[in-house]
């Protein structure tokens, strides 16, 4: 409130954050704010950064033979030093493989291939159906055989669901159950959580990846991603020529309808 015999003056303030020599006055005797940092620097920065890692990564997953299908596009050394690391990854990936297949159990192995086996490392199970109409089952045993091959450092098995769990619910099939250290870890029932008959490796790479069997920085899951980017990269670019093109496609009852 303003003393006796004093007169208020109301400071005009149409925008605070502009940039005039009004509002300057006014930070300057701390009637308004000074004007917040504008984040277009810290973005640009982090946009530079960003180009330049990506930059510094640009051979991360590519295998011995991409690298030498690029003698002619990069620097030697630099080469030289990539087909070092896959070279070095590649024999410690060799000297753990010593799975590569799926290994079919019966219930008197379970203790032994399973959870004693587990001790040594993650070991992954597949309860499968019983019924040969189960889709979900037959599209997760070819996952698994895939998965077994790709990964030979790591255990994958396969048993009848009702062999397993007397009384198990095909309905619930398949089951992955993980075991570390003796327990089951994690379990997924049926692969509707997944990607339900369209599940595919990366989501076989990413229950990997949360139980801790693999990094992600291992180079086979970084191989799949970018094969996943570059094919969705593709998928855009045919759509934005057939919208460009203005192609419309009509099926045959379209074309009925206009005879």
Same mark, same amino acid.
């Given at each position: ?6 007169? =208020? ?7 605070? !954050? ?8 006014? /930070?300057? $005797? ?52 990539? /087909? ?49 109409? !189960? ?36 309905? !619930? ?24 008959? =369209?599940?595919?490796?990366? $989501? ?31 998928? =855009? ?23």
């Amino acid at each position: 409130m303003a003393a006796p015999g004093e007169q =208020r003056i109301a400071v005009p303030i149409d925008d605070p !954050n502009a940039d005039t020599e009004w509002n300057d006055i006014l /930070r300057k $005797h701390g009637v308004i704010p000074e004007k917040p940092p504008s984040p277009t620097p810290l973005i640009e920065e982090a946009i530079l950064e960003g180009r330049r890692l990506a930059h510094e990564n640009r051979l991360e997953g590519k295998d011995l033979d991409e690298l030498d299908e690029l003698e002619d596009f990069e620097d030697d050394e630099f080469l030289d030093q990539y /087909r070092q690391k896959r070279m070095a990854e590649l024999s410690s990936l060799q000297k753990k493989s010593i799975h590569g297949s799926v290994y079919p159990i019966s219930k008197p192995d379970y203790q032994r291939e399973v959870t004693e086996a587990s001790q040594k490392g993650p070991v992954l199970v597949n309860l499968t159906s019983g019924s040969g109409t !189960n889709v979900e089952s037959r599209v997760l045993t070819e996952l698994w055989r895939q998965a077994a091959r790709e990964y030979g450092d790591i255990k994958f098995c396969e048993i009848r669901a009702s062999q397993a769990i007397e009384n198990y619910p095909d309905r !619930n099939c398949p089951t992955i159950l993980v075991y570390s250290k003796g327990d089951i870890v994690k379990q997924v029932v049926t692969l509707m959580t997944l990607g339900g008959v =369209r599940t595919s490796m990366r $989501h076989i790479d990413n229950i990997l990846i949360e139980i801790g069997a693999i990094p992600e920085s291992d180079m086979r899951i970084i191989k799949r991603r970018q094969a996943a980017e570059d094919a969705e990269d593709e998928r =855009r670019a045919a759509n934005g020529k057939s919208i460009k093109s203005g192609t419309v496609t009509r099926s045959n009852d379209d074309d009925e309808d206009w005879d």
